[in-house]
């Protein structure tokens, strides 16, 4: 699989690749141009990409995940209207809902 121009062997290879993105990031910062580009790419697997992107993509960012997910971090998508949506990586790897 490619994502991003990246070929991963497995899922799990490119899950770990993600979380390891994740893992860089400073809650509320808008995430670097070189891993924007690859998430902007893993984002168009994922089974709603059209919904998440509707109006366009402005940025990408780190936060806490909504309820119940306190706590647990994840990627964030503010779109061109001002308006903020979550995604999970593992739903836009495996291409299916969790």
């Known amino acids: 699989m490619n994502i991003g121009g990246v070929d991963f062997k497995t899922q799990q290879k490119a899950r770990a690749h993600c979380k390891a993105m994740l893992g860089r990031g400073v809650d509320g910062q808008t995430i670097n141009e070189q891993d924007s580009e690859f998430l902007r790419d893993l984002l168009k697997r994922h089974p709603h990409a059209r919904e998440?992107?509707?109006?366009?993509?402005?940025?990408?960012?780190?936060?806490?995940?909504?309820?119940?997910?306190?706590?647990?971090?994840?990627?964030?998508?503010?779109?061109?209207?001002?308006?903020?949506?979550?995604?999970?990586?593992?739903?836009c790897v495996t291409g299916r809902e969790k």
């Open 52 to 91: 998440k992107t509707k109006c366009g993509v402005k940025r990408f960012f780190k936060n806490p995940g909504p309820a119940p997910n306190y706590g647990t971090s994840c990627f964030w998508i503010e779109r061109t209207d001002g308006s903020v949506e979550h995604f999970s990586y593992i739903c």
